[in-house]
C-alpha cells in the first residue's frame, strides 16, 4: 500500500492531505519485529486492526495507531495464506482485535493465546465461517453443541463458579460473566459479549455514505453522535471536504452535551451501585432532564439524525445552543452537588477507594482508553491529539489521575462533566454565522477518522468505491481496549465489590456486539 492510497485521517477541515500519517508496509514474517520496533521508538496507543478483504489486491491487515502530534501510525501486511503472525504477545491490546480477525475474517494469528469461540460463539455457529467474507445464513438456535464453558483458570481445593447474567435488567444489555473463586473472593473473571452479532459493518457495504451514516449512529445508541460523527469525518477526508466553521463548532458543542449526558448516567450507576439510592436518583433526574432538553431543542433524545456529511442535517438555531449552555450549566451544578457531599460520606468513599485497582502501567499494557485510562494516568485525548471539529479553536486539557482505583474513575468523570460544560459555553458564546453543511465528494480511496466518544477513543476506517458507494467499513471502538481491565480490576476482591467496580469503568456491550 503506497501513500497515496493512504487514509488521509483525523480532521476533514484540515489541509488536503489530512494529518500526518506513517505508514509501514511489512510482510507476516517480519511484522512481529516490525511492531516491536515501532512500540520501542513511538509507545503509540494501538487503537484497531482492519482486515481489508474489497478490491482486486489480495488481503491485507491494517494495524492502526494513535501517536501525539495528531499523527497516525499503520502496519499494512498483505496476507500470503491464512496465518499471520499474532501481535499479541508484544501488544496486549490487539488481543480482541486479532480474534476478532479470526472469527469474522478466518485469519489465523499464530501464537495468540486464545483464539475461538469469541464473537461467534461456538454452540450457535459452525466453525470456520468467516461471515464477513460469506454472508452466510443466520445460525440455528439449540443445534446440540456443548454447554459454553471456559477454561478453569483457579484449580485450588473448593474452587467453583459463579455466574453473572447474561440476561439483566432494565436497558443493560447482554453480557455473561464468570467470577472463579474460592470463597468471597474473586480470583479470576471470565468476560464473554458477542450474544448479539449483527452485522453492522457488513450492512454498510455497498451503501450511500449519506445511508450508511445512519447505520453508524445505531452502533451504540447512547453514543450515537459520536458514532456518526466519527463516520462522517472518515467520509469527509476521502475528499479533502472543508466543513463550515459553524457546523465545526455546533458539533463540538454536541458532542460536548452527549459527554455531559452520559457522564452522568455514569456517575448515577456508580453510586446506585453502592446502594445510595438517593443521591443516584438525584443524578439519574438530572439525565433525565437533559434528555428532555435534547428532545425539545435538537428532536431527538440520543442526538439521532443530527449528523449528515459535511456537517449538519440542520441548524439548531442560536437560541436552541443558548438555552443548552444555560441547562448545561444548571445541570453540572446539580451534578458537582451532588457528587461534592458524596466525598464525606465514608461509606461511599469505602466503596470505592483502593477498589478496583488498574495501576498505571498494567493500564499502559492493557490499553485503556477514555476516563478510564485516564483515572489511571493515561494521557491519550483524541480531542487533543488529533483535533477535529473545533477542537483545535477550543482547546481540551485531558482531566488526569493516577491513582487507578475506582474513586479516580469517579473523580475523572465528574471532572470532566465540568469540562464539557465549560466546551459548550464557549461554543455557544462564539457561534460563527453561515451555513451548517457543504457538499462532500465521495472519492474512490480510504479515509479514517477518530473522535472522543465519551467511552474514549472511536474510529473508523472507510473505504469507497468508485461508484461513491461503501466498500468497507471498520469500526475500532473503544469497549475493545477497556474491557481489557475488567479482569484485572475485580482480581482479589470480594463479591460484593464486582457491581461497583463494573459501574466505574464505564463500560459499553452495545460498541463491541456490532
Not at 474460592?182 to 454498510?204: P, S
Request: charged letters at 20%.
Amino acid at each position: 500500500m503506497n501513500l497515496t492510497d493512504a487514509p488521509r485521517g483525523g480532521a476533514p477541515d484540515a489541509p488536503p492531505g489530512g494529518q500526518p500519517l506513517h505508514m509501514v508496509t511489512t510482510s507476516t514474517a517480519t511484522l512481529p519485529d516490525t511492531v516491536r520496533r515501532l512500540m520501542a521508538e513511538d509507545r503509540p496507543l494501538f487503537i484497531g486492526l482492519v482486515v481489508e478483504h474489497t478490491g482486486s489486491r489480495p488481503p491485507h491487515l491494517q494495524y492502526v495507531w494513535m501517536g501525539p502530534e495528531a499523527r497516525w501510525l499503520l502496519v499494512d501486511v498483505a496476507v500470503d495464506g491464512t496465518v499471520v503472525p499474532s501481535i499479541t504477545p508484544t501488544v496486549f491490546a490487539a488481543d480482541w482485535a486479532e480474534r476478532e480477525a479470526e472469527d469474522l475474517f478466518g485469519v489465523h494469528f499464530d501464537g495468540h493465546p486464545q483464539l475461538g469461540d469469541f464473537i461467534l460463539h461456538d454452540e450457535d455457529w459452525a466453525e470456520n465461517l468467516a461471515p464477513m467474507k460469506t454472508r452466510p445464513e443466520p445460525p440455528a438456535h439449540g443445534g446440540g453443541r456443548d454447554p459454553y464453558e471456559p477454561p478453569r483458570i483457579v484449580q485450588a481445593p473448593g474452587r467453583f463458579v459463579m455466574p453473572v447474567g447474561p440476561v439483566f435488567s432494565a436497558a443493560q444489555e447482554s453480557v455473561r460473566f464468570l467470577l472463579e473463586t474460592v470463597g468471597e473472593e474473586i480470583m479470576h473473571a471470565h468476560v464473554r459479549l458477542f450474544y448479539k452479532y449483527r452485522g453492522l459493518e457488513k450492512l454498510m457495504e455497498r451503501q450511500a455514505p449519506d445511508r450508511a451514516v445512519l447505520v453508524a449512529e445505531r452502533v451504540n445508541g447512547t453514543q450515537a453522535f459520536a458514532h456518526g460523527l466519527a463516520f462522517a469525518q472518515a467520509v469527509e477526508a476521502l475528499g479533502a471536504a472543508v466543513v463550515p466553521p459553524r457546523a465545526r463548532t455546533i458539533r463540538t458543542a454536541l458532542a460536548e452535551w452527549e459527554r455531559l449526558r452520559s457522564h452522568v448516567a455514569t456517575l448515577a450507576g456508580i453510586v446506585e451501585s453502592t446502594g445510595l439510592s438517593i443521591p443516584a436518583n438525584l443524578l439519574a433526574a438530572v439525565e433525565e432532564h437533559l434528555l428532555q432538553l435534547s428532545a425539545r431543542y435538537l428532536g431527538h433524545r440520543y442526538l439521532f439524525g443530527l449528523v449528515a456529511l459535511g456537517g449538519l442535517s440542520r441548524d439548531p438555531g442560536d437560541d436552541a445552543l443558548q438555552a443548552l449552555a444555560r441547562a448545561g450549566v444548571e445541570a453540572g451544578g446539580s451534578v458537582q452537588a451532588v457528587c461534592h457531599r458524596l466525598t464525606f460520606d465514608n461509606s461511599f468513599l469505602d466503596r470505592l477507594e483502593a477498589v478496583g485497582m488498574l495501576p498505571p502501567a498494567r493500564a499502559a499494557t492493557l490499553g485503556l482508553v477514555g476516563p478510564v485510562g485516564r483515572a489511571s494516568g493515561a494521557p491519550a485525548d483524541v480531542r487533543c491529539w488529533h483535533p477535529y471539529a473545533a477542537y483545535g479553536k477550543h482547546l481540551v486539557t485531558p482531566v488526569i489521575e493516577s491513582e487507578g482505583d475506582g474513586y479516580a474513575r469517579f473523580r475523572v468523570f465528574r471532572r470532566e462533566v465540568a469540562a464539557s460544560v465549560d466546551l459548550i459555553q464557549r461554543c455557544a458564546a462564539a457561534l460563527p454565522a453561515g451555513p451548517v453543511q457543504t457538499p462532500v465528494p465521495v472519492v474512490p480511496g480510504v479515509g479514517l477518522a477518530a473522535v472522543e466518544a465519551p467511552s474514549g477513543a472511536l474510529a473508523y476506517w472507510v473505504r469507497a468505491g468508485s461508484a461513491g458507494q461503501i466498500d468497507r467499513c471498520h469500526i475500532m471502538a473503544p469497549a475493545f481496549l477497556n474491557w481489557h481491565g475488567l479482569a484485572d480490576a475485580v482480581r482479589d476482591f470480594a463479591f460484593q465489590d464486582f457491581p461497583i467496580i463494573v459501574s466505574t469503568l464505564g463500560l459499553s456491550v452495545a460498541d463491541a456486539d456490532r
